[in-house]
């Protein structure tokens, strides 16, 4: 089956603490992007890859690091979680970066206090 | 600076009837579109997308319509089925910009009532 997964899918946190959510799309998609949802904000990006090892910022890249060492790996690394990144957090894929559905992964609910 | 614009929080419509959903755009440039479906506890889904160079895109149930000159698109829903109750999320993307990306608005919840 055809799938972006995410883990784990719910994280409570404290502050300072290094963390990790990891994400896999099985379809060898070449682009994959993460998101976070706030209430009220919609969707908005934080970092982007167009391939291995090619990574730039999106919308609000601020307290995030991505890595893509692999195709279908794009984990999100917040060093130092600060409690304005408790949010709803989404990674995506598509086969290329432009006119074409994006797949979204369930979801990682984050809580940072 | 808000370039994807869902005006309307939520909708509430009976089961059967249409169900119209807006979207506006401010930036010129975007020159495709897509709307996304999303339940709770689960991530968005792919519904519908149109390209501007058509004003209309129908799949099944949905069907897209894009009005370039008005910066506008909606999407309808005949006839609307309680399953379809969710957050419906309209996106837009640049295909000549640098940073390849959709850009979402804040969600519209429909209702179907039974």
């Known amino acids: 089956e055809a799938q972006v997964t995410q883990n784990p899918r719910y994280l409570i946190t404290v502050t300072g603490k290094k963390l990790t959510v990891t994400c896999s799309q099985n379809?060898?998609?070449?682009?994959m992007s993460w998101y976070r949802q706030d209430p009220g904000l919609g969707l908005r990006q934080i970092y982007y890859s167009m391939n291995v090892e090619v990574t730039d910022k999106g919308d609000v890249p601020e307290g995030y690091k991505v890595s893509r060492k692999e195709k279908r790996n794009f984990p999100l690394i917040l060093e130092s979680p600060s409690p304005n990144q408790t949010s709803l957090y989404f990674c995506?894929?598509?086969?290329?970066?432009?006119?074409?559905?994006?797949?979204f992964g369930q979801g990682t609910r984050l809580t940072v206090v | 600076d808000q370039q994807v614009k869902q005006n309307s929080p939520s909708l509430s419509v009976q089961e059967g009837r249409i169900s119209i959903l807006n979207c506006d755009y401010t930036n010129s440039m975007f020159d495709y579109f897509l709307w996304y479906k999303k339940y709770p506890a689960e991530g968005p889904t792919f519904l519908i997308s149109?390209?501007?160079?058509?004003d209309k895109n129908e799949d099944g149930r949905f069907t897209v319509f894009l009005n370039k000159s008005a910066k506008h698109l909606s999407l309808h829903i005949v006839p609307s089925q309680p399953g379809d109750s969710a957050v419906y999320f309209c996106?837009?993307?640049?295909?000549?910009?640098?940073?390849?990306?959709?850009?979402f608005g804040k969600g519209t919840l429909l209702t179907v009532n039974p």
């Open positions: 379809m060898n998609h070449e682009y």
């Open positions: 149109i390209s501007s160079i058509k």
């Open positions: 995506a894929s598509s086969p290329q970066a432009l006119n074409t559905e994006a797949f």
């Open positions: 996106a837009a993307s640049d295909s000549g910009g640098s940073n390849y990306k959709l850009t």
